[in-house]
């Protein structure tokens, strides 16, 4: 089936730093990766929606210019939280839809952030 | 607007027992229809879908769902539940012709099964 990986899986870091976690669909290509995130016992509240080689598009409410969004290539796309906070801490969880249009997405495993 | 609502926050079952898990949406036009199951510190593993046909859909590890037009409900049901099935299940829908491909998630329902 369908794979999709998270790097890292747990990262704890200091206020004021950036932190880059990638999504990697590993056995099939992906025009659309989405980014969400997740607090204790809570739905998964979406981010933003990446488009290979175009600007993602984000939920209101979320900072284009604090979490930051690169797809290059049908197989990764990155996120980064800059000047991370404590309240940034949460958990993400990308999810890639494939190429060929089918209609489920698959999730990866999710990354634990921790700001101190 | 598309909605999910999950009504109850947690379901407590004992092991071999029935469980159902419920599920009612709003959305405009033909919905997509899913059900993720969540481990702790994990992501979402896709459990089953509703696109077209037979309401009644067949999924991973024993689990089944009816898709039911006039009540707006797609519950998740298992004849039998086993320990192991303990976790949160999340039921999300999609439109039809949302080629965004945006899924609109409930707030999910920790499911608890006891031996």
């Known amino acids: 089936g369908a794979v999709v990986s998270q790097h890292p899986s747990r990262v704890i870091c200091k206020s004021g730093t950036s932190v880059k976690i990638e999504c990697r669909s590993l056995d099939f290509q992906a025009t659309t990766m989405f980014w969400y995130r997740q607090f204790p016992k809570q739905s998964l509240m979406l981010m933003a929606t990446?488009?290979?080689?175009?600007?993602?598009?984000?939920e209101q409410g979320v900072e284009k210019d604090k979490f930051l969004i690169n797809h290059a290539s049908l197989t990764l796309s990155t996120l980064t939280v800059t000047s991370a906070h404590p309240e940034d801490s949460s958990f993400y969880i990308c999810?890639?839809?494939?190429?060929?249009?089918?209609?489920?997405?698959?999730f990866g495993p999710g990354t634990r952030l921790t700001v101190t | 607007a598309q909605s999910v609502a999950q009504p109850e926050d947690q379901v407590n079952v004992a092991e071999g027992n029935p469980l159902t898990v419920k599920c009612t949406y709003s959305?405009?036009?033909?919905?997509?229809l899913f059900w993720y199951v969540q481990y702790p510190n994990r992501g979402l593993q896709f459990l089953l879908k509703y696109i077209t046909g037979d309401n009644l859909v067949k999924g991973s590890y024993g689990f089944e769902a009816e898709f039911n037009k006039s009540q707006t409900s797609f519950h998740l049901k298992k004849p039998s539940a086993l320990v192991s099935d303990s976790a949160l299940y999340f039921c999300a829908v999609r439109r039809i012709y949302n080629q965004g491909g945006k899924l609109i998630f409930g707030q999910g329902t920790e499911l608890s099964v006891k031996p």
């Open positions: 990446s488009n290979e080689g175009s600007k993602a598009t984000y």
């Open positions: 959305v405009s036009g033909n919905p997509y």
């Open positions: 999810s890639a839809r494939v190429a060929t249009g089918g209609n489920e997405q698959y």
